[in-house]
């Protein structure tokens, strides 16, 4: 196969896996089958597409091979359960063959949307609910998704693995639920589609540090929910949240792929038009009737950090004021430490030092880098070099994002 053929069937692998994946469990109703269709269907693509040429519709090329190689799979199953005389699992597997066939072979578009919502179900904890959502149907890697809950690769594994079987033994069904159940789901989902769009937009490990197809993946649901649920504070709250943040994507990263801090960056280069649209969300999801919604206050802070015409003019107080009040709304690690850090631009790093080390003394998040680095940053500014040299250096060895190992292996070498 030739260099051109492989990268575009990558790239092909890279835009379609998901929706892919999600329709063939819609179409399967298995987990565990349809990862193995979609196997099947990607090496049936790299045997068969160099040499036949790439279909107009991808997609629609590999969702139809992975079903057929699903039902050969089932149908030698059932051939070789009834030699051995296992005549009640065979009928099950000829049943479920029955129900492949009659299904409708239309590509719903919104099939990842869709198993989200099925995911996202109330039989499943909330936990559980993102994580699995998170695995299987947005394609993150299970040391991504357990590095987002800051638990072990193996732990998370665990996990995943008791939540498809609960899916699969409650006989959870894969649909979009009613309008009228719609608002006890929207939670999870919300919290899917973001933490969908943080991996794309700051990614726990490889070589880059943006994703832009899952960013753009995760503003495309976002837009979808928004049609659904229109004038649902959350949902505008999270959509502006992405929209303000994927605006500055571009100056994040520079020409060599390094890490671009906030102060640093060009903001002439920041998406006008983005902005503008997240800036009328957070007014309206500011406005919206009901609880204040976590993701309009984070919407908020994202918009003061756009508004301001360099860092000097940025409104600090006003930041430490909201998520203040964020850790009523959503009192986790990773806020908390964001609070620490705007505090530093307001009262000095001392006493956000303070807050840091609080926050490390409780264990939860030990292993997570920006705490170390941002306490290496305190410690820095204070004099006190040698523990800064060491905050930064315990940073460097639980980062796993190449980028951002630079960056803190260049902030030791500046000491």
């Known amino acids: 196969m030739s260099a051109g053929a492989a990268g575009k069937i990558e790239e092909v692998f890279r835009r379609e896996a998901g929706r892919v994946l999600a329709t063939l469990i819609r179409l399967l109703g298995d987990f565990d089958l349809a990862e193995e269709a979609q196997q099947d269907a990607f090496a049936a693509a790299i045997e068969q597409w160099p040499a036949q040429g790439m279909p107009e519709n991808p997609r629609a090329w590999l969702i139809s091979a992975g079903r057929n190689k699903a039902i050969d799979r089932i149908r030698r199953e059932v051939f070789f359960r009834e030699k051995i005389f296992d005549r009640e699992l065979a009928a099950a597997q000829a049943d479920l063959l029955a129900q492949i066939d009659e299904s409708d072979e239309a590509i719903f578009g919104d099939d990842r949307l869709r198993l989200i919502f099925t995911c996202c179900h109330p039989a499943l904890n909330a936990e559980a609910q993102i994580a699995l959502t998170l695995r299987e149907v947005c394609g993150l890697s299970t040391q991504a998704v357990a590095r987002a809950f800051l638990v072990s690769e193996e732990t998370m594994a665990q996990r995943l693995v008791r939540a498809k079987r609960k899916i699969r033994d409650a006989g959870i069904p894969y649909e979009t639920p ?19 769009f943080t991996e794309g937009y700051a990614a726990t490990a490889g070589t880059r540090l943006i994703d832009v197809e899952l960013c753009a993946e995760a503003i495309r649901l976002g837009r979808l929910l928004d049609t659904l649920l229109p004038g649902n504070a959350g949902v505008m709250g999270l959509l502006a949240l992405m929209l303000l943040h994927d605006a500055r994507r571009s100056s994040r990263v520079s020409e060599a792929g390094d890490v671009v801090l906030l102060d640093d960056q060009d903001r002439s280069q920041w998406d006008q038009a983005e902005i503008s649209e997240g800036l009328t969300l957070v007014d309206r999801s500011l406005t919206a009737r009901g609880q204040v919604s976590p993701y309009a206050v984070q919407a908020a802070i994202a918009a003061l950090h756009v508004r301001a015409g360099d860092k000097q003019a940025t409104d600090w107080p006003q930041i430490v004021g909201l998520y203040e009040v964020l850790l009523r709304l959503q009192p986790t690690p990773v806020i908390e430490l964001n609070h620490a850090v705007a505090v530093s631009m307001v009262d000095g790093p001392a006493r956000a030092l303070d807050l840091v080390d609080s926050l490390a003394a409780r264990g939860a ?22 523990e800064a040299r060491e905050a930064y250096g315990t940073a460097l060895k639980t980062a796993a994002l190449e980028p951002e190992r630079r960056f803190l292996a260049a902030r030791i070498a500046g000491i």
């Not at 306490?375 to 500014?381: E, I, T």
């Open 178 to 196: 009613d309008p009228a159940v719609l608002d006890q789901r929207i939670d999870g989902v919300l919290a899917v589609v973001y933490g969908v």
């Open 365 to 386: 998040v030990a292993q997570y880098h920006l705490l170390h680095a941002a306490r290496g940053r305190f410690l820095q500014q204070l004099g006190r070099i040698e």
